[in-house]
T-cell receptor
Framework: GAVVSQHPSWVICKSGTSVKIECRSL??????MFWYRQFPKQSLMLMAT?????????EQGVEKDKFLINHASLTLSTLTVTSAHPEDSSFYIC?????????????FGPGTRLTVL | LAKTTQPISMDSYEGQEVNITCSHN???????ITWYQQFPSQGPRFIIQ???TKVTNEVASLFIPADRKSSTLSLPRVSLSDTAVYYC???????????FGAGTTVTVRA
């Protein structure tokens, strides 16, 4: 149980184009999902918190107009990198929050490698 | 968010037990402790979570002393495939955002 998927697993795009990444919780419902970014040899950095049916909350320094987040259902959140540039090349990872009873745990997707040429 | 401190790296050999201690002096009453494992180019994988005392599952044990200001992840009889970065995170129901530190890079040698 507690499986989170991401699609695509990797994408290469030209500078100036937009890229959409999907994050799905496959066997549980997640009212809250999170998007992280990880650069080589660095730790994960939280970009935004995605709440089902409401606007995402962005961390300081993250451009909300560049990284569009939509959480349309309890099992799907999408991150769209608009007008991507080479500096946006990174490893993007989502997580879905499973809460209930005595636990509250985030389960992570496998990540999406974005390369902007 | 409670800050955590853990060793940057640890070396071990196959078959040995690896213990990684994490300090979280400012842990709040509602906070619980979660450990993740990450391999290169993969998302973090949930290992174990606990609030107090000891928790054990099929892959690890988590020891939490009474003051909860630290915790120790114990990996029994490691193998080469356990070489990874291990993250200790603290969070609670009221503050469920996770703040990742640098983690501990565990290297298992033959």
């Amino acid at each position: 149980g507690a499986v989170v998927s991401q699609h695509p697993s990797w994408v290469i795009c030209k500078s100036g184009t937009s890229v959409k990444i999907e994050c799905r919780s496959l066997d549980f419902q997640a009212t809250t999902m999170f998007w992280y970014r990880q650069f080589p040899k660095q730790s994960l950095m939280l970009m935004a918190t995605s709440n089902e049916g409401s606007k995402a909350t962005y961390e300081q320094g993250v451009e909300k107009d560049k990284f569009l987040i939509n959480h349309a259902s309890l099992t799907l959140s999408t991150l769209t990198v608009t007008s991507a540039h080479p500096e946006d090349s990174s490893f993007y990872i989502c997580s879905a929050r499973m809460s209930g009873g005595a636990t509250d745990t985030q389960y992570f997707g496998p990540g999406t490698r974005l390369t902007v040429l | 968010l409670a800050k955590t401190t853990q060793p940057i790296s640890m070396d071990s050999y196959e078959g040995q037990e690896v213990n990684i201690t994490c300090s979280h002096n400012n842990i709040a009453t509602n906070d619980y402790i979660t450990w993740y494992q990450q391999f290169p180019s993969q998302g973090p994988r949930f290992i174990i979570q606990g609030y107090k005392t000891k928790v054990t599952n099929e892959v690890a044990s988590l020891f939490i002393p009474a003051d909860r200001k630290s915790s120790t992840l114990s990996l029994p009889r490691v193998s080469l495939s356990d070489t990874a970065v291990y993250y200790c995170l603290v969070g609670g129901r009221n503050d469920y955002k996770l703040s990742f530190g640098a983690g501990t890079t565990v290297t298992v040698r033959a």
